[in-house]
Structure formats: C-alpha cells, structure tokens
C-alpha cells in the first residue's frame, strides 16, 4: 500500500484542468516527510510485550472477548493478535511451572506436566478461533473474487463508456456513477491488486483525456472535489484536540487515504486547498514525533527502575541461605519486586528484552535454589511433622485433665517443644497447627470458666477470714494454760479449713492472722519445743496459702527425715564415744558435756517427728 502522508503537490503534466486524474495525488514531491515506518514502530510498544507482563487469567479474558465480538474491527484486532496472546499464555505457563514451589505430597520432578483447567480452556477457545479464522479466510478470499469480477466488469463498462459518442450529460454521470461503484467495492486478491489498479487507472485517464467534458460539468465536479477535500482540512486541523497523539495519528492516515479517493479541484485552488492540509499533516508529525521522545525519556527512566530491581533480585539470589525461615523471608521480598516490576512500564525496545531476561534469570536463580533446599528437607520435614501430630496427641490427651496446675505446667511444655520442632510442609503446616491450637484453647477455656466461678468463692473466703482474725484479736486468755491453748488450736483448725481467697488479698490476710495468733503464743507459758511446732505449723499453713505444689511440701519433709537420721547417728556415735571417754582424765567433764548433746539431740528428735507428723497430718 502506498504511504498516505505523502503530501500530493499539483501536477504539471497535464494542461487541461478538466483532463486532471487521481493520479495528481499520488505522483507529487514530499513536502512534510512522515516519520518512517520503521522508526515509528520501534517506538511505538512491542504487541507482544503488552501480553508479555499480564496474567494467564487475563490473557483468555482477553482472547474470549475477541472471541465473541462480531465486529469486523474486532475480527481484524484477533487475526493480528491471536498468536501475541498465545505466546504470551504459554510463556507465562511455563514460567508458573518453572517456579512452582515444591509441596510435601508433590509428585516426582520427573512426572510429565498436567494440563491445568486454563490451559485446556485456551486450547479449546484457539481451536475454536482456528475454525473461525478459516471460516472467515475463505469466505474474505470468495469476496475478493467477487470483488475482482465487480471490478473488471467496472473497467469494461469504462472501456464501452469511452467508445460511446453520446450526450456528455448522459456520459459523465455514468463515469461517476462507475467510479462511485468502484470506490463502494471492497478488495481484490492481493495478486490482482496492483494489475487491476493500474487497469483502472488507465481507463480513467483516458476518459479524462479523450472525453469532451463541457465546462459547467467540469466546474460542478471540480467544486464537488473542492468541497469534499475542505471538509478534509477542517478534520485535519481539528486532530491537534484529540486526546491520544496515537489515534490523531491513525486518523489522519485515514484521511490521506480519503484524500487520494477525492478527484481534482481547480488548477488555481489546488496548491492552496494542498498547503491547508499539508500544514495540519505537520502538526500532528511533529505532536507524533515528540510524543515519542517524550516516551524515549520515560523508557530509559523505566530501565533504571528495572535495573534497580535487577540488582536487588540478584543480591537476593546469590545470598546464601540454609534456614526455612530466611528462605521465607527473602521469597516474599522477591516476591514484593515482582509487583513493584508490574507497575513499571516498558523500557526502550532495544533494552527491554534483556532487562526482562536479566530479572527471570535472578528470579529462576532463587527459586531453583529454593526447590532444592526443599527437596533436601523434605525428609526432615516429614519427621517434624510426626513430631508434631505426636505432641497434637498429647494435648488432646490433656484438654478434660481438671488438676489445673499439672496440666498448665504441661501444656506450657507441649508449646514450648512446639516451637523447637522445625518446619513442616506448608500443606500440613496449617492442619497440625489448628490441631494443636485447638486443643491448647480447648483446655484453657475449661479452666477459664472454672476459675471463674473459683473467684465468687475466694471473696467468700477472705470474709470467713477477716471474722476468724477479730475473732483472735479479741480472744482474752483466761488462767487455764491448757485451755487457751487448745481455744489458740481451734483457731488454727478453723483458719486452715478456709480456703483459698484472692491473690491481691493472699499476703495481707496472712500475715495479720500470724500477727494475731503469734501474740497469743508468745503470753502463753508453753515450752521451747511447743512454740516450735506452732511456728512450724504457720510455716506449713503459709505454704499452703501459696499454693505451691506438694512436691516442695515433699521435699521439706525430705530434709526433715535426713536430719532426724543424722541426729540418730550422732547419738549413736557420742554413747558410743562415752566408754573411751571413762579411761582418760578428766572422764567426767567430757561424758558430761557428751550426755549434755545426747540429750539436746534427743529433744530435737521429738521436734522433728512432731513436724513430721504434722506435715502427715496436713497431707495425708
């Protein structure tokens, strides 16, 4: 096809006005050169990589709703774009595939992918559009002929039009109703095209040459023309408004193609009527021709960008890694350079190809490092998560235990081992965990609800207290010594019937009650030993209150029967010692000082076995 921007200048071969042919608009010098068809592609953005960024998804949305327009704007914009769009699918799945993540079930590197559901989909919609395609190719190709034959059967109407010697008010509106036809008619076979033109061509030039057109036709067709190419102009010039530069471009292609259709004016408006179009064909070149540089800019800005992420996806690929939770980290990093990659436009064309493949590179680099720190830990993981599933057990085992404190103590030491274990498949990571967890909240609740009602009876508690503490305040000891003890007993006994009461509250209650009894003991007049006991009885009391577990009460008692032994032994040894004693001087100082310790050691063992017997007592 011949380059509509050529700007048609006015003939000089023909003398007559009124023998002017179309072909004065096609055979001029260039006055306002258009950029060049190869500049002006490598340009414009590559079709290709405009697909080259979107998603699979995306791109059969795409391809369906071509599909389904019936337009012929349409038809033509799937017949360029098919193959773009499905270059694009299958290198987006292969890169899906390439940088899969390996999962804990998946199947051997080895096995043959399997068609996904989008890709059996885009399968059906190509066979569907190679059909459509073909159906639409063959009935183009039966037009074309169609065209062909309305076309020479246009020529030989002219041939017999040029031998007629009728009126030229019958003979010029048939000439113009053949040329109207001919322009109505759409395309021939592209071998036919240029032979058929030309034969055209040549009919009308002769009618133009050899037919005495009288001047009153001639005037009205040159006005006709004359107006048709103003309306032109004015079209023209209004391009500089629209909002794409692009489609101000593609317009006024379409208007040169007018133009060239549109027949002669008069030889004294021609280079007028041209230099008017002309003018605004300039205008929209030079708003073309900025345009583009401006995106020159834009692209090179876009490369910087995309060199930027390039060096930090790189740095990511090349860090070395052998823990799950920085190969983590760093692929929702490389993750977040993926999107940040989508916002930015295209770079320059002769850069983008590469600065794309030096991203995939670093991209593949990281993930195929990943897939085979995975593959190597996926034994390991498969242990970690019969661990896990174990320690799941453990806690569904406990969860209806109602001995508050063991299974708290026990439940803190399943999480803490839980945390220790090690990564699991992402597949099974989620499963075990809302086992575990379940289980956790299952128990907690349980015991939640039950302290709870625990609190109504602690406040109970703390009151009985506080009365049995006035209680003791205002006991007067009367001069029966055994029977203020056994009243200060009682107390004891009532004090250690109540329960427990609330923690804020625990230590102060305690200690106004030691106060309080201690300073009854202290005015009664019982032995060394008995005040002893009592002490120790406060002693267990305390540690009662505090809610320790018996285990410490145990190991109290522990100490206490180790001294009681040793105290054994040492009697032992000194009445043991007292016969040597009887053969050296001074015998009787040192035998006395002997049974002095025996009978200490003596009086301490029958302290100690009152402790024990207590602590009996208290826990048995």
Same mark, same amino acid.
């Given at each position: ?266 030889? #004294?408006?021609?280079? +007028? =009527? %041209?230099?008017?179009?002309?003018? *605004? &064909?300039?205008?929209? $070149?030079? @708003? ?46 490389? #993750?977040?350079?993926? +999107? =940040? %990659?989508?916002?930015?436009?295209? *770079? &320059?064309?002769?850069? $983008?190809? @590469? ?89 907690f609740s349980r015991k939640q609800k039950h302290f709870s009602a625990v609190d109504a009876q602690y406040d109970e508690n703390l009151r009985r207290k506080e009365a049995i503490i006035n209680e003791i305040e205002s006991f007067v000891p009367g001069e029966d010594m055994t029977g203020n003890l056994d009243a200060l007993k009682e107390f004891q006994r009532r004090w250690t019937e109540v329960g427990f009461v609330p923690m804020k509250d625990k230590e102060r209650i305690q200690n106004a009650y030691r106060v309080a009894i201690d300073k009854h003991f202290s005015s009664l007049h019982i032995s060394h030993t ?91």
């Amino acid at each position: 096809m011949e380059n509509y921007l050529q700007n048609p200048a006015p003939s000089e071969q023909n003398t007559n006005p009124a023998e002017e042919t179309d072909t004065t608009l096609i055979s001029g010098t260039q006055v306002a050169e258009p950029l060049p068809a190869a500049s002006s592609s490598e340009l414009l953005p590559d079709p290709v990589m405009k697909y080259a960024e979107l998603s699979r998804k995306e791109l059969l949305d795409i391809f369906k709703e071509l599909l389904l327009s019936t337009t012929a704007e349409a038809a033509e914009t799937l017949r360029r774009e098919a193959e773009q769009i499905k270059t694009a699918f299958y290198k987006q799945l292969l890169l899906e595939r390439k940088n899969m993540e390996p999962q804990g079930d998946e199947a051997d590197s080895t096995t043959e992918p399997v068609a996904d559901e989008l890709e059996t989909t885009f399968k059906h919609l190509y066979n569907e559009y190679r059909q459509k395609r073909a159906a639409q190719n063959q009935l183009a190709e039966q037009e074309k002929e169609e065209n062909l034959a309305k076309k020479l059967a246009i020529i030989e109407e002219l041939k017999i039009l040029l031998d007629k010697q009728e009126d030229l008010n019958q003979t010029f509106p048939a000439f113009r109703a053949l040329q109207q036809h001919w322009r109505e008619t759409g395309p021939v076979p592209t071998s036919r095209t240029k032979d058929v033109w030309d034969t055209y061509q040549y009919n009308v030039e002769r009618f133009y040459d050899y037919v005495k057109i009288n001047n009153e036709l001639r005037d009205l067709d040159l006005k006709k023309n004359l107006e048709a190419k103003t309306v032109l102009c004015e079209k023209a010039e209004e391009l500089p408004r629209e909002p794409s530069i692009v489609n101000a471009f593609n317009k006024l292609q379409y208007f040169h193609e007018q133009w060239r259709e549109i027949g002669p004016v008069a030889r #004294e408006l021609r280079e +007028q =009527v %041209w230099e008017r179009f002309k003018n *605004a &064909t300039t205008a929209i $070149n030079k @708003k073309y021709q900025e345009y583009f540089e401006q995106q020159k800019e834009v692209q090179l800005k876009n490369l910087e960008a995309k060199k930027a992420l390039c060096e930090q996806a790189e740095e990511i690929a090349n860090t070395e890694i052998t823990d799950n939770n920085e190969w983590n980290k760093l692929a929702k990093q490389l #993750e977040k350079l993926q +999107q =940040v %990659w989508k916002t930015i436009g295209f *770079a &320059t064309r002769k850069d $983008n190809a @590469k600065i794309y493949t030096r991203f995939r590179v670093a991209c593949d680099k990281f993930y195929t490092a990943k897939r085979e720190f995975y593959g190597s830990f996926k034994d390991e993981m498969q242990q970690n998560l019969q661990r896990k599933i174990e320690l799941c057990e453990q806690a569904e085992a406990l969860k209806e235990n109602d001995d508050w404190k063991k299974t708290t103590d026990k439940f803190i030491s399943l999480q803490k081992q839980w945390r220790e274990v090690g990564p699991v498949t992402r597949k099974q990571s989620d499963a075990t965990w809302k086992r575990f967890r379940s289980a956790c909240d299952d128990f907690f609740s349980r015991k939640q609800k039950h302290f709870s009602a625990v609190d109504a009876q602690y406040d109970e508690n703390l009151r009985r207290k506080e009365a049995i503490i006035n209680e003791i305040e205002s006991f007067v000891p009367g001069e029966d010594m055994t029977g203020n003890l056994d009243a200060l007993k009682e107390f004891q006994r009532r004090w250690t019937e109540v329960g427990f009461v609330p923690m804020k509250d625990k230590e102060r209650i305690q200690n106004a009650y030691r106060v309080a009894i201690d300073k009854h003991f202290s005015s009664l007049h019982i032995s060394h030993t008995d005040k002893k006991i009592i002490r120790f009885k406060h002693r267990i009391e305390d540690i009662q209150q505090s809610g320790k577990s018996p285990r410490f009460i145990r190991s109290e008692r522990e100490k206490l029967v180790q001294k009681l032994r040793q105290l054994e032994s040492d009697i032992a040894l000194w009445e043991n010692n007292i016969g040597f004693f009887a053969k050296s001087k001074n015998a009787e100082a040192l035998i006395a000082d002997v049974n002095k310790k025996v009978a200490a050691a003596k009086e301490e063992i029958k302290t100690i076995e009152a402790k024990i017997k207590l602590i009996d007592q208290q826990y048995e």
